[in-house]
């Protein structure tokens, strides 16, 4: 038999038998390229899962760069090659992009190529300047605080928005929000100003006119009574004193606003000296509201001067416990006994200032 199979190889002529061989050769050669093709295309590279970010005006290098840096990739060379041929180059799109372990370069590029960004929770809440919402942002996505704070402060950019440099605190609900990575200061003031729209629903409006105040009114009001107080079952009862003494026209002599006026706010005790602080956020000095909010108020805070109590409360003081909370008071000789217990409280404790 195997006599029969040399005899019948012997018939075919050599040029046949070397053409033969050379299709052997070049189909195995092809394979093994082949497979080594599909390898660098589909292999899996990735070597762990995280979030890569890429910055505005990035570029090939600087993602392989960033790649690497990561400890992303199994082989980098590999992923230049494919993103070669797929024209990634072209298409380098800025963000955060979540890459899972176990991914070949091709479904890699697929994702950087797309621009399809991992959005990025963002939150902020207890801010009372401008300066420290900046900063809190700039932690979180890309710009630094210094730009964001440009465009704060910019009052083109404001008066778009239909706001003042007083008034802007009262657009920023904090809250947790989601962002793409890249989003600029101006994309989030308008999405602020679209979330602002958003919560003054025609319910809230309404509960506003009902009190004859405006939004900011309202929203400069829950600033101060958030510096007062941070238990919430007494904010209602707190809001109803400031509205008391706005419709009968007397000086709010709110704390908050001279600590806001003086930018110190670690004072314990807003001594007499400080009450002349020449500033239209200076409660004691001028009538009526401040221009504008003194922090960021929470929306919590917003619904409790929407919902403030009705009652005949004109005064509020600490209590003497330092439980947090405060005695209310009718008259100014209740008022000042009850400021004195938490004065005598504060000098047992050899707080003076």
């Known amino acids: 038999m195997k006599i029969d199979i040399i005899d019948r190889l012997d018939a075919i002529p050599r040029k046949w038998r070397l053409s033969m061989m050379g299709f052997c050769i070049v189909s195995l050669t092809i394979l093994v390229w082949g497979n080594q093709l599909y390898l660098k295309v589909y292999d899996p590279n990735v070597k762990k899962t995280g979030i890569l970010f890429i910055s505005t005006g990035a570029e090939l290098q600087n993602v392989a760069d960033l790649l690497i840096k990561g400890d992303f990739l199994k082989d980098s060379s590999s992923f230049r090659w494919v993103a070669a041929r797929k024209s990634y180059a072209n298409q380098v799109h800025p963000g955060a992009y979540r890459i899972k372990k176990g991914w070949g370069n091709n479904q890699l590029i697929n994702l950087l190529r797309s621009g399809d960004q991992t959005p990025i929770k963002v ?71 679209r979330e602002y729209d958003l919560f003054w629903n025609d319910s809230r409006k309404k509960k506003s006119a009902l009190l004859g105040l405006t939004p ?13 107080t ?63 909010p003194i922090n960021f108020p929470d929306s919590a805070t917003v619904d409790a001067v929407l919902n403030a109590e009705t009652h005949n409360f004109m005064y509020f003081c600490a209590k003497e416990d330092f439980s947090g909370y405060h005695n209310f008071a009718q008259s100014l000789a209740e008022h000042l006994r009850n400021a004195a217990r938490y004065q005598n409280a504060l000098n047992k404790i050899k707080i003076w200032k």
């Open 216 to 228: 900011l009114q309202i929203v400069t009001i829950a600033s101060i009574v958030q510096e007062e």
């Open 123 to 193: 939150t902020f809440n207890n801010i009372r300047l401008r300066e420290e919402l900046a900063g809190k942002l700039a932690h979180y996505l890309e710009s630094d605080s210094l730009t964001f704070l440009a465009a704060f402060n910019n009052e083109k950019i404001t008066e778009g928005l239909g706001l003042t440099k007083e008034s802007f605190p009262m657009f920023i609900i904090p809250n947790t929000y989601e962002f793409y990575w890249n989003t600029s200061p101006l994309k989030f003031m308008e999405r602020m100003k």
């Open 230 to 292: 941070n238990k919430n079952d007494e904010k209602m009862r707190m809001a109803g004193v400031y509205i008391n003494r706005l419709k009968r026209g007397w000086l709010l002599q709110a704390d908050p606003t001279v600590k806001f006026a003086l930018r110190n706010f670690g004072l314990k005790r807003v001594l007499t000296e400080f009450l002349s602080v020449d500033s239209p956020y200076n409660t004691y000095k001028y009538a009526g509201l401040p221009p504008g």
